[in-house]
């Protein structure tokens, strides 16, 4: 019999992946290797309804356990895959187990990159990547009145507005210009900025933190901004980004950078292995071929999709003809409010808006030239969508047409 | 326990007990219905949860909100007067018994 699909990581792409397989008609074994001690679960409402107590454990789930019985799946959890050994084919499981396996697919993630400031280690300095740190969280937050947040990304901003609203204090550091200044156009930052000041929340940006304070206890007490000012806080969230996964695939001689590196099929320097989501470093249609490392919903899945399927046209003895070539799309829920955004907006010159940033709904517009690459929407789901649509099938509105309200983008499509 | 039932393609049903409060969607993944996919957990961004309520008892379903209309334009098999994203609706005890039509793709 054929050695198994091996999975390794149990999270949204390994999920997607099982689902795939199986819709593929793939009917051979799938072995999936979680260290988590969880079922799989969506990791998006961690940072938003979750650790406010507006969901709870089972709506988190991906599927229910019998889903992975009744389709065969050998989900693992608690186990941790140490070692790849790629000329055997196989791997090696912190128990000490050997799996072998025909195809190996590298869904690691990512994990919380690592701040190197004084008093670090303090009770109550925490990272958001899983359910475990959500649940440290959610935890320490009954007692919580003031929360200091560093890195002004998505994941700090949803958790700063969540928790405002629940009317901790929240008071959020980035040594950035900008808040998601990476991500979005820096019209979509200020106007950002300015709503969660205006709702309260205390935003220093260009600035660092010196030094994380802890009480006598061990239990951390707040920062030290870098004019000296102490700030208290009973909590420190740190969200500075994330760094992918490749010890394990580096360390098996494949090609990794910034990411493990696999081709438009998903397929890594070695044709068995496979790698899909936030540790997936790929060329992107979107980008003109260029690589990229993504971290979403959407690159997660739809690179499980394709893995499936270049793994189906392998069992057919033909070469796989579904290259990755999904439009990015991104979410972000930042109180009341939505950020939706679709494409890839690094290489635009020019950022037209559409629609009135005062009246709490517009979208920009991100071009090269006269191509349109991007479009990022605040609470304007219309354009989101349309944005989506006009990016598959690669048409570009004119700048004068994407300016102006009253033009209507549909009947481009 | 009121009941949904969930309809393939290909006429296949699928009766399950349902639990009021949480979405169709949510019933569905609960009951391991294939013809449901769910990638973004019920965000309202992928319409993988596209389903066709032509029951009568959809009448008592309160109406669609413009994200949902919106994101319906996306579903991979082509809308109909009586698609719904399944994440977006609610089982009630009211709907007790709802057919639940399902597209042959979501993706
Ligand atoms: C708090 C939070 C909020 C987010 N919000 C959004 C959002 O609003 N919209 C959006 O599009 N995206 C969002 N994302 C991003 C999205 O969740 C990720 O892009 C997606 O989960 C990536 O899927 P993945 O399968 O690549 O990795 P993951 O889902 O992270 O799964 C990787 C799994 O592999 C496991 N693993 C790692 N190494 C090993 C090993 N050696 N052996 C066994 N198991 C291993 C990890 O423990 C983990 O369980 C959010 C992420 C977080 C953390
Ligand atoms: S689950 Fe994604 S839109 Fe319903």
Not at chain 1, 162 to 177: H, I, P, R, S
């Amino acid at each position: 019999m054929a050695a198994p699909v091996v999975i390794v990581g149990g999270g949204q792409a390994a999920v997607q992946l099982c689902l795939a397989l199986r819709k593929e008609k793939y009917a051979g074994d799938v072995v999936v290797c979680s260290e988590e001690s969880e079922l799989p679960y969506h990791r998006p409402p961690l940072s938003k309804a979750y650790i406010t107590g507006k969901t709870d454990d089972e709506k988190l789930l991906m599927r229910p356990e019998s889903f992975y019985q009744s389709r065969n799946i050998d989900l693992r959890l608690n186990c941790m895959v140490s070692a790849i050994d790629p000329a055997a084919k196989s791997v090696t499981t912190a128990q000490g187990e050997n799996l072998p396996y025909q195809y190996l697919v590298l869904t690691m993630g990512a994990r919380a990159r690592h701040l190197p400031v004084k008093g670090r280690d303090a009770v109550g300095v925490v990272e958001l990547r899983d359910i475990k740190d959500a649940r440290q969280i959610k935890d320490r937050l009954s007692g919580c009145k003031n929360v200091v947040i560093i890195g002004a990304g998505f994941i700090g901003l949803e958790v700063a507005a969540a928790l405002n609203v629940q009317g901790v204090g929240v008071t959020v550091f980035d040594t950035a210009e900008r808040v998601m200044g990476r991500a979005v156009a820096p019209e979509i930052s200020r106007w950002f900025e300015a709503t969660h000041r205006a709702a309260g929340i205390d935003i220093h940006l260009g600035e660092g933190i010196t030094e994380i304070t802890a009480a006598d206890d061990g239990n951390v007490s707040g920062v030290v901004r870098s004019n000296g000012e102490r700030i208290n806080a009973e909590m420190v969230l740190i969200g500075i980004g994330v760094e992918p996964h490749t010890d394990l695939a580096s360390a098996a001689g494949l090609d990794c950078e910034n990411g493990i590196v696999v081709d438009q099929y998903c397929q890594t320097s070695d044709p068995s292995v496979f790698a899909a989501g936030d540790c997936a470093n790929h060329p992107n249609v979107f980008a003109d071929g260029r690589r990229v490392r993504l971290e979403s919903v959407q690159n997660a899945t739809d690179q499980a999709r394709t893995i499936a399927s270049a793994i189906a046209a392998t069992e057919n003895n033909t070469p796989p003809d579904k290259p990755y070539a999904a439009v990015p799309w991104f979410w972000s829920d930042q109180a009341e409010h939505s950020l939706q955004m679709a494409g890839l907006s690094f290489d635009a010159d020019t950022h037209i808006t559409r629609g009135l940033p005062a009246d709490g709904s517009f979208s920009v517009f991100h071009f090269r030239g006269n191509d349109l690459l991007a479009v990022d929407s605040v609470n304007a789901s219309r354009d989101h969508m349309l944005a989506r649509k006009l990016l598959g099938a690669r048409i570009s509105p004119t700048r004068l047409q994407a300016e102006d309200v009253d033009f209507d983008l549909k009947t481009l499509l | 326990m009121p009941k949904i039932v969930f309809v393939d393609s290909d006429g296949t049903r699928h009766e399950v007990e349902a639990k009021s409060g949480v979405s169709i969607m949510e019933n569905a993944i609960a009951n391991n219905i294939d013809g449901i996919e769910a990638e973004c957990g019920g965000s309202c961004m992928c319409a993988t949860c596209h389903c066709f309520l032509e029951d009568d008892l959809a009448q008592k379903i309160p109406a669609m909100e413009s994200d949902e209309d919106e994101m319906l334009g996306f579903a991979a098999e082509e809308r109909r007067d009586s698609s719904r994203l399944s994440c977006q609706v609610t089982m009630t005890d009211e709907l007790d018994g709802i057919v639940v039509n399902l597209p042959a793709e979501q993706n």
